[in-house]
């Protein structure tokens, strides 16, 4: 099993682009999330999904959308990209007590 | 919702135990302990959970405090390749998801060659 990759590892964006982060996982788990990582600071939660076909928000959901079309798939997009949206992206799955983590998308917005 | 509190950061000699702290001072009957740890440049990994007893994995011991205000993860004998963010966080036995877990910054342990 690859578990949870992450697609693409690194990105550079100028201000206003947009780009979609695609997150997938091969465990047939229902439960998916999007986290971002500052320096200094631990995961906080974009959105989630408890299951294919729904997403919900987190705690810092403002100037992201998801969606979760696929089981295997939850993909994270930034529509107008802000400077405030440089950060390390995580994206997670889990099932009962654990939690499995994808190796992290660093994005640069310029 | 209870919360964690975890010294930031902790050094450790290679080769011997390492003891990282958590308090929970208003941890419910229905919270599990859960550890993670972030290797550098990696995402976050599962370390070891538990209720009430202490509890022992291939990575890890959790010892857990008579009245869990508090727990201890333990590393007998730390490597180089410990050097990670330790997280300690709560989830409500029964809880399903990760939506209502926080990821605070964790402490930064550090091994001593």
């Known amino acids: 099993n690859a578990g949870v990759t992450q697609t693409p590892k690194f990105r550079v964006l100028k201000t206003g682009q947009s780009m979609t982060l695609l997150c997938a996982q091969d465990m047939n788990h229902e439960y998916m999330y999007w986290y971002r990582q500052d320096p200094g600071m631990g995961l906080r939660l974009i959105h989630y999904s408890v299951g294919e076909g729904t997403t919900a928000k987190g705690e810092v959901p403002d100037g992201y959308n998801v969606s979760r079309l696929k089981k295997q798939n939850f993909l994270l997009g930034l529509e107008s990209a802000a400077p405030s949206q440089t950060s390390v992206y995580f994206c997670?799955?889990?099932?009962?007590?654990?939690?499995?983590f994808g190796p992290g998308t660093r994005l640069l917005v310029l | 919702d209870a919360k964690t509190t975890q010294p930031n950061s902790m050094e450790s000699n290679e080769e011997e135990p390492v003891h990282l702290p958590c308090n929970h001072s208003t941890i419910s009957g229905t919270d599990y302990i859960h550890w993670y740890r972030q290797l550098p440049s990696q995402g976050p990994e599962y370390v070891i959970h538990?209720?009430?007893s202490n509890v022992n994995n291939r990575m890890a011991s959790l010892a857990i405090a008579e009245d869990r205000k508090s727990s201890t993860l333990i590393l007998h004998r730390a490597t180089l390749r410990d050097a990670a963010v330790y997280y300690c966080?709560?989830?409500?036995?029964?809880?399903?998801?990760?939506?209502?877990?926080?990821f605070g910054p964790g402490t930064s342990l550090s091994v001593i060659p």
């Open positions: 966080i709560l989830r409500l036995r029964g809880e399903t998801s990760y939506d209502k877990v926080i």
């Open positions: 538990g209720l009430t």
């Open positions: 997670a799955s889990s099932v009962r007590e654990t939690q499995y």
